[in-house]
């Protein structure tokens, strides 16, 4: 039988599937790298730990100098009238000088304990006005800090600036007040120029002008200096702080340091 040829019916031919890849199998890590990967992983742990508490429980830095109540500061003298030596309003009927040094602790006390609250009641109403006076408690006639005090005076900021002086009086024992004691330091920062950092609205700049132009033997602010410190002389101011207040009705003089209560008391005498 012959053989019969084969027809083209126009099928296309069957697609031939590629042969399917043999997955490579994973090599599992070896334990000793496993084992590295944990140990840094928990020294970076460790590491992170020790910092932050170092950091929580890290002391002060005994060459910086801390200076506190600088917000109780502004909140105390922000909005009073003030210039120059004068607190509260200059047409107030009553005056108090306050004669004080604040590089004294005695002075210290007599002054946070009373000053705060007379400033609410009276320097802020208006109806007193409060005039610091410089009186040394020492055997200087000038103490070197009063001049940080009256360089600030005269931008309108007396009161902040011995504020946050007596407030901080640990601070200038423990620093020196000074120019020598600074410079035997060897420390950059000073008490007084920190005390002026403290002072809110201050212009540092023309306070530090201030201050070292108030120093050159001579100056309007030494002679204003001795002028204060002649008056609480002539007026027998002993040591601590002391009052002279003035009003319609009298005077009355507050020595060593009058409580609250004692200056209250004047002040009504006085009015």
């Known amino acids: 039988m012959p053989a019969v040829a084969a027809r083209d019916n126009g099928s296309m031919p069957t697609a031939t599937r590629p042969p399917e890849q043999p997955e490579v199998p ?35 830095n005994k060459n910086t100098v801390h200076i506190e109540g600088v917000e109780t500061a502004q909140r105390l003298f922000g909005g009073v009238p003030q210039e120059g030596a004068r607190l509260g309003s200059e047409n107030a009927p009553v005056t108090v000088q306050v004669f004080a040094d604040e590089q004294s602790s005695l002075c210290r006390e007599g002054f946070l304990s009373t000053i705060p609250e007379l400033t609410e009641k009276y320097a802020r109403p208006g109806s007193v006005k409060f ?21 600030a005076a005269e931008q309108g900021y007396g009161w902040q600036y011995v504020y946050l002086f007596f407030e901080n009086q640990e601070e200038a024992d423990r620093f020196g007040v000074s120019e020598a004691e600074n410079r035997r330091s060897g420390l950059r920062q000073n008490f007084l120029d920190s005390v002026a950092g403290g002072v809110e609205e201050l212009e540092e700049n023309e306070w530090e002008e201030a201050f070292e132009k108030g120093k050159i033997e001579g100056s309007a602010m030494e002679k204003s200096l001795r002028a204060q410190e002649e008056l609480g002389s002539k007026l027998g101011i002993r040591y601590g702080l002391a009052m002279v207040i003035e009003g319609p009705k009298g005077n009355e003089t507050l020595q060593e340091n009058p409580t609250l209560k004692e200056v209250e008391a004047a002040i009504e005498k006085v009015s």
Do not use: C, D
């Open 26 to 60: 994973q090599r599992p890590m070896p334990r000793r790298g496993r084992a590295w990967v944990v140990l840094v992983l928990a020294l970076g742990l460790f590491a992170l730990g020790y910092a932050l508490v170092n950091i929580a429980t890290q002391k002060p």
């Open 131 to 151: 005039l610091y006076r410089h009186y040394s408690n020492s055997e200087n006639e000038i103490e070197y800090g009063f001049y940080g005090t009256e360089a």
